[in-house]
T-cell receptor, first 116, second 115 residues
Framework: NAGVTQTPKFQVLKTGQSMTLQCAQD?????MSWYRQDPGMGLRLIHY???????DQGEVPNGYNVSRSTTEDFPLRLLSAAPSQTSVYFC???????????????FGPGTRLTVL | KNQVEQSPQSLIILEGKNCTLQ??????????LRWYKQDTGRGPVSLTI?????NTKSNGRYTATLDADTKQSSLHITASQLSDSASYIC??????????????FGAGTQVVVTP
């Protein structure tokens, strides 16, 4: 199993450009999520999905869109990149939801994004 | 204010020595607490998961403790190795009825093990 994969590993954008960060998992997990990690701060939830066709906003959703057409894939779209979106982005998946369940969340290797 | 505070922010230890990292949280009601290890340039990897009824959980040279009454957890690294150099993140899960659950991430403690 490849686990959770993310592409690209690095990306530089200019302000106003759009792009899609790809995330895929091969563990048949229903729950997938996107986080951003900034220096000195904990990971913050951007968007999440509890199954194909179902997505919802997390803590910091502004400027990002997601869709979930299959169980395996959960792409994150930046609509119009801004310097404040410079960050490291992590995709994660789990078998069930985090709040009440005793399960493990698997993270991808991350995408380091710089917006100039 | 972050509901999960970790200390110290960073520490340097000699190879072979022990160290203890602290995590204080205010998340309530509480479901479970996790410790992750994040190597530079990689995603976090789970070390331990503890529910409110568990006091200690080990994973090799890593031992996590939990005091749910005082809302404190610690991660003890025994006989440190160079490969232990990483950021260690404390994550607390709140008990909710929504479809996702509520995770609060600490900012992490950066550990550097020197020869």
């Amino acid at each position: 199993n490849a686990g959770v994969t993310q592409t690209p590993k690095f990306q530089v954008l200019k302000t106003g450009q759009s792009m899609t960060l790809q995330c895929a998992q091969d563990m048949n997990h229903e729950y997938m999520s996107w986080y951003r990690q900034d220096p000195g701060m904990g990971l913050r939830l951007i968007h999440y999905s509890v199954g194909a066709g179902i997505t919802d906003q997390g803590e910091v959703p502004n400027g990002y869109n997601v869709s979930r057409s299959t169980t395996e894939d959960f792409p994150l779209r930046l609509l119009s990149a801004a310097p404040s979106q410079t960050s490291v982005y992590f995709c994660a998946s789990s078998y069930s939801r985090m709040g009440l369940s005793y399960n493990e969340q698997f993270f991808g290797p991350g995408t380091r994004l710089t917006v100039l | 204010k972050n509901q999960v505070e970790q200390s110290p922010q960073s520490l340097i230890i000699l190879e072979g020595k022990n160290c203890t990292l602290q995590c204080n949280y205010t998340v309530s009601p509480f479901s479970n607490l996790r410790w992750y290890k994040q190597d530079t340039g990689r995603g976090p990897v789970s070390l331990t998961i503890m529910t409110f009824s568990e006091n200690t959980k080990s994973n090799g040279r890593y031992t996590a403790t939990l005091d749910a009454d005082t809302k404190q957890s610690s991660l003890h690294i025994t006989a440190s190795q160079l490969s232990d150099s990483a950021s260690y993140i404390c994550v607390v899960s709140g008990m909710t009825t929504d479809s996702w659950g509520k995770l609060q991430f600490g900012a992490g403690t950066q550990v550097v093990v020197t020869p």
